[in-house]
């Protein structure tokens, strides 16, 4: 049965030592063990027609890592354009795994992936409370902020200000004078809050009409294109959006076309 095989089956299959198996399953290259890419392809062909597949619970016993990174999140939509498919193949590169919790605002207990030793760390992208925070330091679990407004140790900020101005500007330079800043956001999420205050003073630098702000309630449905469409048709001196999801901008422009104007974006 595939369930049952085992390091020893690969071995007896290729004739290749337990170590080159072992480096060739763990993607590890250099060090004592050496073996040829003609090597490492014939031993994945045997793993594929054995059907092996490596307990990672046995792996985390024997070498005390997971390899796997923890995600904390209150809100997923937070996390801008292709950020999400960016973490995953970027964790794959390390053959980590990503393992995403959702974090209630109002939480009370600490999120799995805290309470038992489930990832080797974690990324932060809301902010949590206070209480989650201090147990990721009790506990030592190395952890890294993203735009969650701190100022702390192991924090990273994506400049959400800067892509803001350099937006408003592009529309600016082309001619467009009244802006509106499309979200479907409406919690005060702290990047939300920077790129709105950061579009608001650099229209007002350019001395521009001071921008507006549309949340669309629903996403990615029939409900959205016609709040939208509605809010196009009864605010027409809006020539220009800057928006805070890919998603958008396909329903802006078929917006656009209902009313038959060309959207900028």
Not at 155 to 165: F, I, K, R, Y
Not at 232 to 243: A, M, W
Request: glycine share 8%.
């Amino acid at each position: 049965m595939t369930d049952k095989t085992r390091i020893k089956d690969i071995v007896e299959k290729t004739g290749f030592s337990r170590q080159v198996v072992s480096a060739v399953l763990n993607n590890k290259t250099g060090g004592g063990v050496r073996f040829s890419e003609e090597t490492r392809q014939s031993i994945l062909r045997t793993v594929a027609d054995l059907g092996y597949r490596p307990n990672r619970s046995v792996q985390t016993i024997r070498t005390g890592r997971h390899n796997s990174i923890g995600l904390l999140a209150t809100q997923t939509g937070n996390l801008i354009g292709d950020t999400m498919s960016h973490l995953i193949h970027g964790a794959g590169r390390f053959g980590q795994l990503l393992v995403v919790e959702h974090v209630p605002k109002d939480a009370q207990e600490l999120p799995t992936i805290i309470s038992e030793d489930a990832v080797d760390g974690i990324l932060v992208y809301e902010v949590l409370p206070d209480f989650i925070t201090e147990q990721l330091l009790n506990f030592n679990i190395p952890f890294v902020q993203v735009n969650n407004g701190s100022l702390g140790p192991s924090t990273v900020s994506l400049n959400d200000e800067q892509g803001a101005c350099i937006s408003v500007e592009m529309l600016h330079q082309r001619g467009y004078g009244s802006l509106a800043y499309l979200t479907s956001d409406d919690t005060g999420h702290h990047a939300n809050t920077l790129r709105w205050q950061a579009i608001v003073a650099q229209c007002k630098a350019l001395s521009m009409t001071p921008p507006v702000r549309w949340t669309l309630k629903d996403t990615k449905n029939i409900d959205s294109l016609t709040q939208l469409t509605h809010l196009i048709e009864t605010n027409p001196n809006i020539d220009g959006f800057v928006v805070d999801h890919r998603w958008m901008g396909s329903m802006l422009f078929h917006a656009g076309n209902i009313h038959g104007k060309e959207m900028r974006t």
